[in-house]
């Protein structure tokens, strides 16, 4: 399920969807290739690939998703199935953002990247630069999207022993910093920088919209209010991670032919998130920005960790009223965008409805055609996850 089979021409790779990013990174870093994975270290690469994937390649080769030209998987029929644009066009469009509603993937073909070691790492800074942060952050998601050599995002998170904020962002951000992580190295070691010690409980939540300054110090402020009452539980560590799709990753999309996803966008799309916070670029090279005027879209993620299940509750609360208050301040600003990031989304959420009625109907005729026997249904055997019916 670890498998690496590299092609001839060196373009593409066949991968088993027992990796984690860890050894799906290391075991192409001895061919001095890569491919469009995630930052952290122990993510399963199933998951990642299949509900979208934001990689630090993704400004120039767009989602995960969209650099997958086949899947081999077992369908509800318990039949093996390679599917591409050409065997299967149906399942390839519904694979890419219809989750695990269609069957399991056993490998996933999947281009290569020559990469040797990258520029990354992340700076911390105190809250009290959160101005300077947030306008560094508004340029590189408009002003030098077309940089595509050059990928970022940023958290704002809560520092339960500090009872302060701090901020994690690129190095392009040129105040003096409190600390950095900065070098050149393979991006396996990079992904091991962003684990969190492991134990404890999770929850997401996800927001995008147009890029605006405002409406990212808005939602901030949303999380400091709202946290306040509940900031001294047990391992709370609340944060909001920042980073934009840009226009080259929704134009990947559309090059495959669109995906199920239905990701359209007349811009960079910001989306924030609450998880842990890094910055990585692809080549030192991205040190030089190129200013070219075109569309782009930032994404927010909301993420929390705490200890116990007695405070699920709370929490759970929390997650709500930031969600809530953020959508009413995007929408007041006439700047929400539908699309939400599946794998950033929270159980509350229904990232499906993002995806537009024409998709929806194809998802849900697809799925039935394929799984008359509802397997990969909320009544079905494999009921995770965000379910079609
Ligand atoms: C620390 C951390 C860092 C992250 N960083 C990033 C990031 O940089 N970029 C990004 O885009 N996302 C990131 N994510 C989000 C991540 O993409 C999702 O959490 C994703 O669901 C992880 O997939 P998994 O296989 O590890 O999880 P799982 O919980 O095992 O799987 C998630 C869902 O996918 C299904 N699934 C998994 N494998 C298969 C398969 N082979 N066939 C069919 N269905 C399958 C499962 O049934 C399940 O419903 C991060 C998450 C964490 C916790």
């Not at 990174?25 to 994937?53: D, F, M, Q």
Request: aromatic share 12%; net charge neutral; hydrophobic share 40%.
């Amino acid at each position: 399920m670890r498998s690496i089979q590299v092609a001839a021409d060196r373009s593409r790779v066949k991968l088993g969807s027992g990796h984690v990013l860890y050894s799906l990174y290391s075991g192409l870093e001895k061919y001095n290739l890569t491919t469009l994975g995630g930052r952290v270290a122990g993510v399963g690469l199933g998951g990642y690939a299949i509900g979208g994937g934001f990689s630090s390649l993704s400004p120039a080769y767009g989602l995960a998703m969209d650099n997958i030209f086949e899947y081999e998987l077992v369908l509800p029929n318990a039949t093996i199935a390679r599917v591409n644009q050409q065997t299967h066009s149906d399942l390839y469009f519904v694979f890419r953002g219809g989750m695990n509603n269609f069957g399991i993937v056993t490998h996933f073909t999947m281009r290569a990247v020559p990469q040797g070691q990258v520029y990354g790492g992340s700076w911390a800074f105190s809250s009290q630069t959160r101005d300077a942060v947030l306008q560094q952050a508004y340029d590189l998601t408009t002003v030098w999207k077309n940089d595509t050599t050059m990928a970022f995002y940023y958290t704002f998170a809560y520092d339960q022993s500090l009872d302060d904020f701090s901020i994690a962002v690129s190095q392009e951000y040129a105040l003096p910093s409190e600390s950095d992580t900065l070098r050149i190295d393979w991006l396996s070691n990079f992904g091991t920088d962003g684990i969190s010690p492991g134990g404890g409980r999770n929850l997401y939540a996800t927001v995008t919209y147009q890029p605006s300054v405002g409406l990212d110090r808005k939602l901030q402020d949303i999380l400091i209010e709202e946290l306040q009452p509940i900031k001294s539980i047990s391992g709370f560590s609340p944060s909001l991670a920042i980073q934009p799709l840009y226009e080259a990753a929704v134009r990947a999309n559309h090059e495959r032919g669109g995906s199920a996803a239905g990701i359209q966008a007349e811009g960079p799309l910001t989306g924030m998130s609450q998880t842990t916070s890094h910055a990585i670029w692809t080549s030192a090279k991205s040190m030089k920005f190129c200013k070219v005027q075109s569309l782009t879209l930032p994404v927010v993620l909301f993420n929390t960790r705490w200890d116990d299940e007695k405070d699920d509750d709370a929490i759970n609360a929390l997650a709500n009223r930031w969600l809530q208050r953020s959508l009413a301040a995007t929408n007041d600003a006439g700047k929400t965008h539908p699309w939400l990031y599946i794998n950033y989304a929270s159980k509350a959420q229904d990232p499906f409805a993002g995806y537009g009625e024409a998709n929806l109907r194809k998802l849900t005729a697809i799925q039935r055609a394929v799984d008359p026997n509802g397997i990969f249904t909320s009544k079905g055997l494999c009921r995770g996850n965000f379910k079609l019916l």
